[in-house]
């Protein structure tokens, strides 16, 4: 009988595991893995001197109440109140700070409900809630809409910055950005999709801290991308082989060779914001700058329990007229 080895997933069990991807099909359509024009081996990009300044753009999102909107047709309308904010950290030279704090906050109703629009004193502060209507009218849609709020809200902060830096790293995929042309890094650090066959993926196994794959190209329509995957940590011996690695990715219309330049900057300077165990849970996926943007922006949401006080009092209001 073959000896079976059991491994880690070091992420605790209250988040998804960072390694989703489920079945390797060995024909994998659309994707060009031989673009960089070297063989399929591990890359040890010789060290480049860091940019003057690097921007690492997030958000956060959360619902403060869920709502069931009546319009007296007997449908069941699901909505919520909820809050969004995105931010990015500079780091120039080795001073880090945050920057561009945005929060928004929506009542969204799904079944193309709009709502109006609602605000409450919270504190000295006063919080106003934009209506948004979103067309599903699923359980899930209102959180859908809030989730696309943020990630159009990050892509457009990632365009605002591109042009200020040399390189700006965004916290997942770049579906969201709308300039082809952008040299914004995405950068995922949850890896649901191979887009490499078993064969071809066994090299991002075999990636040390600081090395990456060749490049490979990703077609998806508007959405083509350049995509690589680095390693940013080594695993501990009790870990699965794939601990540490994040994919990231550039638009296509960047151009190879910008390409190329964004994967060997990424994989010389990313494990140096590698995050740690004992600050973030995610480590070492979930890059320093981010962890420490992520729990800004939670403080800038503001208190929950407070927050969800003020809405309730208000829709007892509402409820008496």
Not at 85 to 112: D, M, P, T, W, Y
Not at 194 to 205: G, H, M, T
Request: aromatic share 8%.
């Amino acid at each position: 009988m073959a000896q079976l080895q059991i491994r880690l997933d070091p992420w605790p069990p209250e988040y998804e595991s960072s390694f989703q991807i489920d079945e390797f099909e060995e024909e994998v359509a659309q994707v060009d893995a031989d673009v960089e024009g070297v063989a399929w081996q591990v890359i040890e990009p010789s060290r480049q001197e860091r940019p003057e300044t690097l921007y690492f753009v997030d958000g956060v999102r959360r619902v403060e109440a869920r709502i069931i909107v009546d319009d007296s047709s007997g449908r069941i309308i699901r909505g919520l109140f909820g809050s969004a904010a995105v931010g990015a950290v500079r780091v120039q030279n080795n001073v880090a700070s945050f920057e561009q704090i945005r929060v928004k906050r929506l009542l969204i109703a799904g079944g193309g409900t709009l709502l109006d629009p609602e605000s409450f004193k919270v504190g000295n502060a006063i919080l106003s809630f934009e209506a948004l209507a979103v067309p599903e009218n699923i359980p899930t849609a209102p959180m859908a809409g809030l989730q696309n709020l943020m990630r159009a809200e990050e892509a457009n902060l990632a365009e605002d910055l591109a042009s200020d830096s040399a390189c700006v790293f965004a916290d997942g995929p770049l579906t969201y950005l709308s300039g082809v042309m952008q040299t914004t890094v995405g950068v995922i650090k949850r890896l649901v999709q191979p887009y490499l066959s078993a064969s071809q993926f066994q090299l991002v196994r075999l990636l040390r801290a600081g090395q990456r794959t060749p490049l490979f190209v990703i077609t998806k329509g508007k959405y083509d991308r350049y995509s690589w995957y680095v390693r940013v940590a080594e695993p501990r011996v009790m870990d699965h082989d794939v601990a540490g690695i994040l994919r990231l990715e550039v638009r296509s219309g960047a151009g190879l060779e910008r390409a190329k330049e964004m994967a060997d900057l990424s994989a010389s300077w990313i494990p140096s914001f590698a995050g740690e165990a004992f600050r973030d849970p995610r480590s070492p996926q979930n890059l320093l700058p981010v962890g420490a943007l992520e729990n800004e922006l939670r403080h800038r949401l503001g208190d929950p329990f407070t927050i969800r006080r003020a809405i309730e009092t208000r829709l007892f209001q509402l409820n008496q007229l």
